[in-house]
């Protein structure tokens, strides 16, 4: 009877992990801000990465889907021991373009730079709100309204899933890219 108790307990704490993003290591408590109050403006992105190569992009894409299958592990940025999503995107994007993202998501949400809907390309970035926060849970854009990720839910394995129905449509909290601007 105990036992039956704790899984739901333990079903809700992994799904409101999301991808698994952690917090840098090293920082204090202390430096943990509390929240702007919503009546500032948000800041302005950091523009402060992009690919050397648009190309880079696509090539992320297809990596990605080299991956479909690859178990999920929270904190895993290595294919062979298992990636959650931001691990997965970082290790793409080291392989293909020789650049080291963060392991946390709404990190590499601030490295990049917004983009509208209508211009989303693959390989540009998909970030959700999956536990209460922006860019708690991001993905590749694949293309043809496709986004490929490393959830830690429903089989906890890489795979694809549409970015404008089912569960994650309701939950996007940001479009981002690393290509140049134009």
Known sequence: MIASKRVPAVA???LLAGCGTLPPPGLPSSSVQPAQPAVQPAPAPVAGLQL??????QDAVIYALGL???HYRFGGRNPDSGLDCSGMVSWIFEQVAGIRLPHNAAQIAGLARPVE?????PGDLVFF?????PHS???IYAGEG???HAPSTRGKYVRTDPLDTGWFASRVSGLRTLRRPA
């Open 137 to 139: 849970h991001m993905g």
């Open 52 to 57: 050397a190569d648009d190309r880079h992009a």
């Open 129 to 133: 709100n999956t536990s209460g926060k």
């Open 117 to 121: 809907r209508k211009s989303l390309q």
């Open 146 to 148: 496709r986004f490929i």
């Open 68 to 70: 479909i299958g690859n």
């Open 12 to 14: 809700a704490a992994l």
